[in-house]
């Protein structure tokens, strides 16, 4: 399974284009679209938006492939789209540990989708933008709001 178009255009619209390197929120030196550096890699003149679109799509398959290898159960196109958007940006090894993975392979989907809502956090504060992020993945988990909230 791959990314959709409409997961794709989620993942753009969360991290936003810059074509000098940054600093994101956690503190990571980062360029295009949210693509943490490596100590091997240096933009000192920036980059293309087609040196970003290449880099985002290799960043995109690793995130895939995170999520192929750690849900044992089926996906819809739109659960999978969320989890790979949520993998690009907290980490394979977040989604590895989480509640919400281990929801998710014991079958209970609607828990899972609402435990994305749970990751609005960096540190101890709340983010609004991590907030609105987690909840585009939601809707793209369950579109038309299809989970019922566990009591």
Request: charged fraction near 25%; hydrophobic fraction near 45%; charge should be positive.
């Amino acid at each position: 399974m791959h990314l959709s178009a409409a997961g794709l255009e989620l993942l753009k619209k969360s991290e936003g284009f810059r074509d000098r390197v940054y600093s994101d929120v956690a503190g990571f030196r980062t360029i295009g679209y949210g693509h943490r550096l490596t100590g091997a890699e240096s933009y000192p003149a920036g980059i293309t938006m087609a040196q970003a679109e290449s880099i985002l799509a290799a960043d995109v398959a690793i995130a895939e492939g995170a999520v192929s290898r750690l849900v044992r159960v089926p996906l819809s196109q739109g659960q999978f789209d969320a989890l790979v958007d949520f993998v690009f940006n907290l980490g394979a090894g977040r989604l590895a540990s989480s509640t919400l993975l281990r929801y998710l392979n014991s079958g209970r989907y609607d828990d899972a989708a609402w435990q994305l809502l749970v990751w609005d956090h960096a540190g101890s504060r709340e983010l609004a933008a991590l907030k609105l992020r987690r909840e585009a993945e939601f809707r793209r988990w369950c579109p038309g709001g299809a989970a019922t909230k566990a009591a």
